[in-house]
């Protein structure tokens, strides 16, 4: 947040002299495609599935998608 004391700017900007990237956040519940390539058994299977996206993982630096129909939850 702005704050005053630091003349409108926000104590990410004055710490790091940019402005925060927020380009990697996504909507909840929308349609995602991750890539599958460390998943897969096969070097000729799909790259990519079309899955809901739903949260940040806690664990690992991606984001956590279900495929609807195989039913199995990836972290892309």
Request: some cysteine; proline content about 8%.
């Amino acid at each position: 947040m702005p704050t005053v004391v630091l003349n409108g700017c926000t104590p990410f900007e004055r710490l790091f002299k940019s402005s925060p990237d927020y380009s990697f956040l996504r909507i909840f519940g929308r349609l995602c495609f991750p890539l599958l390539r460390p998943y897969n058994q096969h070097k000729l299977d799909f790259r990519s599935s079309p899955c809901v996206f739903l949260c940040y993982s806690s664990t690992h630096l991606g984001y956590r998608c279900f495929d609807l129909s195989s039913s199995r939850m990836y972290i892309a």
